[in-house]
């Protein structure tokens, strides 16, 4: 029988979370590997999840079932520039685009040297990816079908965005309470937001640490946890 390269522990935790969490997922024992599917609500309808056991460390890649044309040279430099702009300033993993075959993935690598991950950590490091391809899945689908520049792409990504949290603040706000895009910013919706609620400045402090490792995940993004992935 091969030797396992592997650390029995972390596949162990990450089975444990899977199982908690109610994925269905199929397991490669010989080659520490696990694989299962993901729906979105998005314009990406799902994701073929892996994760990869290593001796001390584990690899999540979420892959996108759309990817760019390999023979399109055009299409493949506008989505290399989204990608690039995607991933400035993420603190917690990196889309990756394969020059070979055109295809689009988000990768997030954790490192378990001495210690065996939390269940927290490997939600995040599942979970997050999901978040990812919700925010710029859009961007991808333009740069695939719409013939859109990467720098476009990404800039109608963010204005969706804006415009999303621009509606969740609206719903909890009252009427009176709500400023239109006309009457102010993000930063006054927040604020008034933030007073109603009672949160200080201290609140926010404590959680900014937390919240700058990935993006807060909204389990509603999801339409459907499980399948095995192809």
């Given at each position: 029988?091969?030797?396992?390269?592997?650390?029995i522990?972390i596949?162990?935790?990450?089975?444990?979370?899977?199982?908690?969490?109610?994925?269905?997922?199929?397991?490669?024992e010989?080659?520490?590997?696990?694989?299962?599917?993901?729906?979105?609500?998005?314009?990406?309808?799902?994701?073929?999840?892996?994760?990869?056991?290593?001796?001390?460390?584990?690899?999540?890649?979420?892959?996108?079932?759309?990817?760019?044309?390999?023979?399109?040279?055009?299409?493949?430099?506008?989505?290399?520039?989204?990608?690039?702009?995607?991933?400035?300033?993420?603190?917690?993993?990196?889309?990756?685009?394969?020059?070979?075959?055109?295809?689009?993935?988000?990768?997030?690598?954790?490192?378990?040297?001495?210690?065996?991950?939390?269940?927290?950590?490997?939600?995040?490091?599942?979970?997050c990816?999901?978040?990812?391809?919700?925010?710029?899945?859009?961007?991808?689908v333009?740069?695939?079908?719409?013939?859109?520049?990467?720098?476009?792409?990404?800039e109608?990504?963010?204005?969706?965005?804006?415009?999303?949290?621009?509606?969740?603040?609206?719903?909890?706000?009252?009427?009176?309470?709500?400023?239109?895009?006309?009457?102010?910013?993000?930063?006054?919706?927040?604020?008034?937001?933030?007073?109603?609620?009672?949160?200080?400045?201290?609140?926010?402090?404590?959680?900014?640490?937390?919240?700058?490792?990935?993006?807060?995940?909204?389990?509603?993004?999801?339409?459907k946890?499980?399948?095995?992935?192809?």
């Amino acid at each position: 029988m091969k030797e396992r390269t592997y650390s029995i522990d972390i596949a162990n935790a990450v089975k444990r979370f899977l199982t908690a969490d109610d994925w269905h997922f199929s397991f490669e024992e010989e080659r520490g590997i696990f694989k299962f599917g993901l729906g979105l609500k998005g314009k990406l309808k799902k994701l073929h999840y892996i994760v990869d056991i290593k001796d001390e460390e584990y690899l999540v890649f979420a892959i996108s079932p759309l990817g760019a044309d390999e023979n399109d040279a055009k299409m493949m430099a506008n989505m290399a520039e989204f990608i690039c702009r995607a991933n400035y300033g993420l603190k917690m993993g990196n889309f990756e685009l394969d020059f070979d075959d055109g295809e689009v993935r988000f990768k997030v690598h954790v490192l378990c040297k001495g210690v065996t991950p939390t269940a927290e950590m490997i939600k995040r490091s599942i979970y997050c990816p999901a978040t990812m391809f919700d925010h710029y899945g859009s961007g991808i689908v333009d740069v695939i079908f719409n013939d859109t520049s990467g720098k476009a792409a990404i800039e109608k990504c963010e204005e969706y965005s804006e415009s999303k949290i621009r509606s969740i603040l609206a719903e909890l706000l009252s009427d009176d309470e709500a400023v239109s895009s006309d009457e102010g910013d993000m930063d006054a919706m927040i604020a008034r937001l933030a007073a109603r609620f009672g949160i200080t400045d201290t609140d926010k402090t404590e959680q900014s640490s937390e919240e700058e490792d990935c993006v807060k995940i909204h389990t509603d993004l999801f339409d459907k946890k499980g399948g095995t992935s192809a």
